[in-house]
């Protein structure tokens, strides 16, 4: 069982930046593929980011591609998102999520095994 615990979410104007955490418990953190999701008001839950286990091959959804980062210390038992030029559209509850397995498919939200509780990112105009 893996829990998960998101943190850095907050109010920022349009072009700043923030850094999302999730800090995972348990000893198997690094087995577990992560990745990041986020919901929107009326919205369903899109995919962000995900990275494998290894810290590897990262993935980023078209519409955040090029500004923001995925990364993930297993020491720490923590993974990050590092969102940049943020855009009002930005704005949603952003989610990490693990999944075991294979590293595939890291796109659909019904493939993760586990879910934090999400921290709210706002960008103001």
């Known amino acids: 069982q893996v829990q998960l615990v998101e943190s850095g979410g907050g109010l920022v104007q349009a072009g700043g930046s923030l850094r999302l955490s999730c800090a995972a418990s348990?000893?198997?953190?690094?087995?577990?593929?992560m990745g990041w999701f986020r919901q929107a008001p009326g919205k369903e839950r899109e995919f962000v980011a995900a990275?494998?286990?290894?810290?590897?091959?990262?993935y980023y959804a078209d519409s955040v591609k090029g500004r923001f980062t995925i990364s993930r210390d297993n020491a720490k038992n923590t993974v990050y998102l590092q969102m940049n030029s943020l855009k009002p559209e930005d704005t949603a509850v952003y989610y990490c999520?693990?999944?075991?397995?294979?590293?595939?498919?890291?796109?659909?939200?019904?493939?993760?095994?586990?879910w934090g509780q999400g921290t709210q990112v706002t960008v103001s105009s």
């Open positions: 990275i494998s286990w290894s810290g590897g091959s990262p």
């Open positions: 999520a693990a999944r075991g397995g294979p590293y595939s498919d890291y796109g659909m939200a019904v493939r993760y095994d586990y």
């Open positions: 348990g000893r198997t953190f690094n087995r577990y593929h």
